[in-house]
């Protein structure tokens, strides 16, 4: 069964600094990636995904994150954080099809000026 | 179109009474899933639709919860006889089939408090 674990629930940075969000996932087939974003009183958006091929993928707003298959990790990066970074992170995986996504409990991300 | 629409966007209930949830997902998807967030919790998958056949259900999901997509469009989530662990933000998201890339559409969310 698949299962996502955020390493932490809450990360407090300061501005331009930067930021690594922890996830590890687990599964025995081959599954699809990907981290969104839940801004206060707004949905979840996509952030980023990863299918297949290269293992460092970019989404929006300037984050990255890196697959690695023998750690089974997705960690999420930015190089320097903003205020408006402040939101809810959640690590998410599916088999591939697509189907059935599940999610982690999230980290949120306080950006301090 | 402008996304996946959800209605209403909080409702407040007493225990024992029937909710009911809509979504509207984005026209030309063909997957649509509900989701239940709880404060400090990721979102839990619930039960899904491709078209308008209900593929899975979460074991999770009680017998007092039930999800309906007619006509393979708009979706209605009920949940009768309320309790107060119902209190949650139920999220519907879309899906499209066509290189889908497995990526979930999500709309703002419905918000029940029991009391």
């Known amino acids: 069964a698949q299962s996502v674990t955020q390493l932490d629930s809450q990360v407090p940075v300061f501005e331009e600094a930067p930021v690594e969000l922890r996830c590890n996932y687990s599964s025995s087939v081959s599954v699809y990636l990907f981290w969104y974003v839940q801004y206060p009183n707004q949905g979840l958006q996509l952030l980023l995904k990863?299918?297949?091929?290269?293992?460092l993928v970019k989404g929006i707003n300037g984050f990255e994150a890196e697959f690695n298959k023998s750690q089974t990790s997705f960690h999420l990066r930015k190089p320097s954080v903003h205020i408006s970074d402040t939101a809810e992170y959640f690590c998410?995986?599916?088999?591939?099809?697509?189907?059935?996504?599940?999610f982690g409990a999230g980290t949120r991300l306080f950006v301090k000026a | 179109d402008t996304g996946v629409s959800q209605n209403p966007r909080h409702k407040i209930t007493k225990r024992g009474q029937n909710v009911t949830f809509r979504c509207d997902p984005i026209s030309e998807h063909n997957r649509l899933y509900w989701y239940r967030q709880t404060l400090g919790q990721g979102p839990e998958f619930l039960t899904y639709?491709?078209?308008?056949?209900?593929?899975?259900k979460s074991r999770l999901l009680s017998d007092r919860f039930s999800a309906e997509r007619p006509k393979g469009s708009f979706s209605t989530l009920e949940i009768q006889r309320t309790e107060q662990g119902d209190s949650a933000m139920y999220l519907c998201?879309?899906?499209?089939?066509?290189?889908?890339?497995?990526?979930?559409?999500f709309g703002e969310g419905s918000r029940l408090t029991v009391l």
């Open positions: 998201a879309s899906q499209g089939q066509v290189l889908n890339t497995g990526e979930l559409f």
């Open positions: 998410a995986v599916s088999y591939t099809g697509g189907f059935k996504t599940i």
């Open positions: 639709f491709q078209n308008e056949a209900q593929l899975e």
């Open positions: 990863y299918l297949s091929g290269s293992t």
